[in-house]
């Protein structure tokens, strides 16, 4: 099915189901033996954002460029370097962004 028809026959199904279908409480049996979610740890992603921001900061922190823009825009100076660094920064942070709401989607 492509989703172009997933509303015609959403309706369509809707119109001719006239209700719950008896199972005899079979789907509450199913649902008693199920096992209870488990709880993920969130270390492991504060880790990973860590360690991430940790060689984020080692990789760019001997770029000239970046260190002129920070110094530029700390004097109030709106030159070539500081515009970089914050379409740079601007960049990534959209790109996390994307990433996250990917990521988010598929939960």
Do not use: K, Y
């Amino acid at each position: 099915m492509n989703e172009s028809h997933d509303d015609s026959i959403e309706a369509l199904l809707r119109r001719q189901f006239e209700g719950s279908v008896a199972d005899d409480g079979f789907s509450e049996r199913v649902m008693q033996h199920l096992p209870a979610r488990r709880h993920r740890a969130s270390w492991p992603l504060w880790l990973g954002v860590l360690i991430g921001a940790a060689a984020c900061w080692l990789c760019l922190a001997g770029v000239p460029l970046l260190h002129i823009g920070w110094q530029d825009w700390r004097a109030g100076e709106l030159t070539t370097s500081a515009i970089g660094m914050w379409l740079a920064i601007a960049a990534m942070s959209l790109l996390a962004l994307g990433w996250g709401l990917v990521e988010s989607r598929h939960r």
